[in-house]
DNA sequence: TTCATTTATTGAACTTGTTCAATGTTTTGA
DNA sequence: TCAAAACATTGAACAAGTTCAATAAATGAA
């Protein structure tokens, strides 16, 4: 099932056969069971993970206990710590299945070896990183200036899909807000 | 003024000084006043800065009017809304100087021609993109999971240099709380 | 130096969101 | 298929943060 990979990133740079084959070759795919965990705090995340089938949350547990939801990764999407994963530390983060999985996982070792055998995937990976910072950024300015009712409608716009396929408890977590108050938000919605 | 500027490239690749040199030569000084505008909400952003003198605030104006402040830039920081300067679109964003200023401008033309031309630049940015994306999913994670409170001792002994140049309404606007609210936090500090 | 402007502080009333506990609903797995 | 677990809703009391208005302090430009 690297079809789907390669289309991402033929989406991003152009890349000879050779070239496709060579790099994803650096991939292992590995299944990963609902509620199993690809990363857990503490640990250094070896791998970048591209999602062929399921749904993962990447979260962050806090020091009352609370849940934060950094992301969530589905089909088509990348995941890692890449914190950890950069820097070689322990990670803040767990990255956890929601729905049974499949992810194609590369090493750093391995990246590193396509970083220095073709050029273009330095080009890939620069572009990849400037989208996901570009929406991390949009998502900050968001959550400074946005009242948690804009920020649960926008959500179901942005992301239909997700939103169907989530729990409220997982959606409250990435809004940053208590599930009950999400409740809330829900019924004022719903008698408009 | 380019010594800052190559003292930061040699900080995340080893480049040869030729290509140093044409690379820095793509570069443009501009001086920038207190208070005056490098961009504005409503244009396309089109250029990179490398700060070499002064202090910029990267903000946002939200629907209600309220700035939100999605960070500053000090010497040897670099600036731009990545949003408009990759997608060519119009921006959400005002970079003022809040001193006196100089910064080392790059045109999107220009850097791709660096991209082209120098493969390692591809490298660099690619390697500064991920710091600083890695800064804000560190800030994400601050601002979903700590009170006000701690996020401005964070501020402080994160930053203790911009903490003595920014106002507290600037820092407010950093934190994403009313000024009102910083100084009935730093009261409280102050009295224990 | 001075006066106008910007910045900082404070209190009171208010809004947004949390916490806790109870209850009902849905999902899941043996 | 049935019991246990996970999820969702609700209300009441509470905490965190805002708003507004008034005043004081600091800064800056002529």
């Given at each position: 099932?690297?079809?789907?990979?390669?289309?991402?990133?033929?989406?991003?740079?152009?890349?000879?056969?050779?070239?496709?084959?060579?790099?994803?070759?650096?991939?292992?795919q590995?299944?990963?069971?609902?509620?199993?965990?690809?990363?857990?705090?503490?640990q250094?995340?070896?791998?970048?993970?591209?999602?062929?089938?399921?749904?993962?949350?990447?979260?962050?547990?806090?020091?009352?206990?609370?849940?934060?939801?950094?992301y969530?990764?589905?089909?088509?999407?990348?995941?890692?710590?890449?914190d950890?994963?950069?820097?070689?530390?322990?990670?803040?983060?767990?990255?956890?299945?929601?729905?049974?999985?499949e992810?194609?996982?590369?090493?750093?070792?391995?990246?590193?070896?396509?970083?220095?055998?073709?050029?273009?995937?330095?080009?890939?990976?620069?572009?990849?990183?400037?989208k996901?910072h570009?929406?991390?950024?949009?998502?900050?300015?968001?959550?400074?200036?946005?009242?948690?009712?804009?920020?649960?409608?926008d959500?179901?716009?942005?992301?239909?899909?997700?939103?169907?396929?989530?729990?409220?408890?997982?959606?409250?977590?990435?809004?940053?807000?208590?599930?009950?108050?999400?409740?809330?938000?829900?019924?004022?919605?719903?008698?408009?």
């Amino acid at each position: 099932m690297t079809e789907l990979l390669i289309q991402n990133i033929l989406n991003h740079i152009t890349l000879s056969k050779k070239e496709i084959d060579s790099f994803c070759n650096l991939f292992d795919q590995k299944e990963v069971q609902k509620k199993h965990f690809l990363l857990r705090e503490g640990q250094i995340c070896k791998f970048e993970g591209f999602v062929t089938k399921g749904l993962f949350r990447v979260y962050h547990i806090d020091n009352n206990g609370f849940e934060q939801v950094l992301y969530f990764a589905q089909e088509n999407w990348w995941i890692t710590d890449i914190d950890s994963f950069t820097n070689e530390t322990p990670s803040q983060l767990y990255i956890q299945a929601l729905e049974d999985s499949e992810v194609l996982l590369i090493s750093k070792k391995d990246k590193e070896l396509a970083y220095d055998n073709i050029p273009k995937i330095e080009k890939l990976f620069r572009v990849m990183t400037q989208k996901t910072h570009i929406s991390l950024q949009r998502r900050m300015i968001d959550n400074l200036s946005k009242t948690a009712d804009q920020r649960y409608i926008d959500f179901i716009e942005k992301y239909p899909n997700l939103f169907q396929r989530l729990t409220n408890l997982q959606i409250a977590a990435y809004l940053g807000i208590s599930h009950e108050f999400l409740s809330k938000i829900r019924r004022k919605i719903a008698s408009k």
